[in-house]
């Protein structure tokens, strides 16, 4: 165990800057577990070319993207506009590198 890497968060970032961005990484991983465990991603797949495998991934997230639309529209009255608006916003958190 004296190789085990030593987890460091990145300079310049507090604690609880990290917190919310991998919080907003855990998004990700639920879309990813979404798409594994419902919609069938590789589980539907016949072949292994490329562009039969760029084909399946493209229509397990049109699945993920209608069935959240769906469930968006039922729950939350802002629109699109204003969702693009804040995931701009959001998405300035991501950048680690400060220009």
Same mark, same amino acid.
């Given at each position: 165990?004296?190789?085990?890497?030593?987890?460091?968060?990145?300079?310049?970032?507090?604690? @609880?800057?990290?917190?919310?961005? +991998?919080? /907003?990484?855990?998004?990700?991983? #639920?879309?990813?577990?979404?798409?594994?465990?419902? %919609?069938?991603?590789?589980? @539907?797949?016949?072949?292994?070319? +490329?562009? /039969?495998?760029?084909?399946?991934? #493209?229509?397990?997230?049109?699945?993920?993207?209608? %069935?959240?639309?769906?469930?968006?529209?039922?729950?939350?009255?802002?629109?699109?506009?204003?969702?693009?608006?804040?995931?701009?916003?959001?998405?300035?958190?991501?950048?680690?590198?400060?220009?």
């Amino acid at each position: 165990m004296a190789n085990a890497p030593v987890y460091r968060h990145p300079p310049g970032r507090r604690r @609880e800057e990290i917190v919310q961005i +991998y919080g /907003k990484r855990w998004d990700i991983e #639920t879309f990813f577990k979404a798409s594994k465990s419902y %919609l069938r991603l590789a589980k @539907e797949l016949q072949g292994r070319t +490329y562009d /039969k495998m760029f084909t399946h991934t #493209t229509i397990v997230f049109v699945r993920y993207i209608i %069935l959240s639309v769906t469930s968006r529209n039922g729950q939350d009255p802002r629109t699109i506009g204003g969702l693009l608006y804040d995931c701009c916003n959001e998405l300035d958190d991501f950048r680690f590198i400060k220009d």
